[in-house]
């Protein structure tokens, strides 16, 4: 077993109809959640085990509003950033 973390995530939220999102976002996320042209920006913390794990929650809530949602989102804990589209990975890096 893994041990909660708290995450920060910084992530694009982009949909054909992004209307019902923002009640998702605000769930999930303690932050900020701020319009953009083609959806939201979201910066804020999310407590969990993995980002992997987080990310899938995060994406399946959002799917279940709008199934066309796409998420780029990156989460850093210890020290390390781990970037994802949609549900798939897309490396990890040392955090900024």
């Known amino acids: 077993m893994t041990a909660t973390r708290t995450f ?7 949909s054909d109809d992004s209307s019902g999102l923002i009640a998702v976002l605000e ?7 701020h ?7 979201l910066e804020g ?31 850093t804990a210890d020290g390390v950033t781990e970037r994802f589209f949609d549900y798939v990975p897309k490396g990890v890096r040392p955090a900024d």
């Open 8 to 14: 920060r995530l910084k992530a694009d939220v982009s």
């Open 45 to 75: 913390t999310v407590v969990g085990d993995s980002a992997r794990e987080l990310n899938r929650q995060l994406l399946t809530a959002l799917r279940k509003v709008e199934r066309r949602t796409r998420l780029r989102s990156a989460w």
């Open 35 to 41: 319009a953009a042209p083609h959806g939201y920006r």
């Open 27 to 33: 769930q999930f996320v303690s932050g900020h959640v």
